[in-house]
């Protein structure tokens, strides 16, 4: 459950990202106090920041990419349209993603892991086909696939060290939970307010509604000198993560809530553009198996009291639903 935290805890994972495949990763002291920090963030503001150990000037490339990408004449942007023939991945328009009913003032580049016709029968299907790339920028697809394999395997070992903090084993999300990881990213741009008459006026503050995220774990890569990324906090209050070098911004998902029985927090965030500035955000979105049937750990269960709290939910059926809901096409 969310407290009334005022900041964004910061933790250093680099002894997990050392230890992450050794046998004895639960009793080495700097592994221990990684879980210490882990269990705390993700029970009391479903929040952190970490390094990430990723090449600084990858992560620097992938927002600087996007960023030209954004630039482009409409016309060109439209070329990888998103469409439902297109299994809803591609580009999206301002005001096309909706948050609760509201349209959401960004636009954005959509992709999946790709599924493979009948791969899941009818509970893939909505999903299937492949990722629509810009061929403008060049290398576009090169960089990003790069950055996603990055992505997945770092997510992979931070969600080792969410195992044993809830009390389970390194390998608590593999297998049939996460063995074959489905992954999301969006590539977004946030349009800067407007000046009119001298003054700065927003043209809709609301750059992307208060929402939770899907899956296990969220991997944000935001420009370095914007702060809009806000997470509610118990009582009610925005508090703001602004952009730290050399970390991402960490955030649990609905499914790893599901999965720990409510001890990790699936914390409602928004995105507010106050600058005048575009501001540039990559979210990769680290997921269970497209087909788990996620359901609450039997650990998890007993350190919350013995009761199940919430009912099994098919990961993609979960996906499904949202992104049915959340376009305008």
Request: charged fraction near 25%; glycine fraction near 10%; hydrophobic fraction near 35%.
């Amino acid at each position: 459950m969310a407290t009334d935290f005022k900041s964004i805890p910061i933790i250093d994972i680099a002894p997990l990202l050392a230890k992450w495949d050794d046998p004895k990763m639960a009793q080495d002291p700097g592994v221990c106090e990684v879980v210490k920090q882990l269990d705390q963030a993700c029970r009391e503001a479903g929040f952190f920041y970490k390094g990430h150990g990723i090449p600084e000037t990858l992560v620097k490339e992938v927002r600087n990419i996007t960023h030209k990408f954004f630039d482009l004449p409409y016309e060109e942007k439209l070329k990888i349209k998103m469409t439902a023939a297109a299994g809803y991945r591609g580009y999206q328009r301002v005001g096309e993603n909706i948050t609760k009913g509201v349209p959401d003032m960004h636009e954005a580049i959509d992709c999946y892991k790709e599924l493979k016709q009948g791969m899941y029968g009818a509970l893939g299907k909505p999903m299937e086909g492949c990722n629509q790339w810009p061929h403008n920028p060049p290398n576009f697809k090169e960089l990003m696939e790069s950055y996603i394999s990055l992505c997945t395997d770092l997510s992979r070992k931070i969600m080792r060290g969410i195992a044993l903090a809830l009390g389970g084993l390194p390998d608590e999300f593999e297998g049939e939970r996460g063995g074959d990881a489905f992954w999301v990213m969006r590539l977004i741009g946030y349009p800067g307010v407007s000046t009119a008459n001298g003054k700065c006026t927003p043209e809709n503050d609301i750059g992307c509604g208060a929402h939770t995220d899907y899956g296990l774990l969220t991997l944000v890569n935001q420009d370095e000198d914007i702060t809009a990324l806000q997470v509610r906090n118990l009582s009610g209050e925005w508090i703001s993560a602004p952009p730290i070098p050399g970390t991402f911004v960490c955030n649990i998902g609905d499914m790893l809530k599901i999965l720990s029985n409510g001890l990790c927090e699936s914390t409602l965030h928004r995105v507010i553009n106050n600058s005048l500035t575009y501001r540039v955000c990559v979210a990769f979105f680290y997921e269970p198996n497209y087909d788990a049937a996620v359901e609450p750990l039997e650990v998890c269960v007993r350190r919350s009291g013995g009761t199940r709290r919430f009912e099994k939910a098919v990961y993609g059926e979960h996906l499904v639903s949202k992104v049915q809901t959340n376009f305008v096409m």
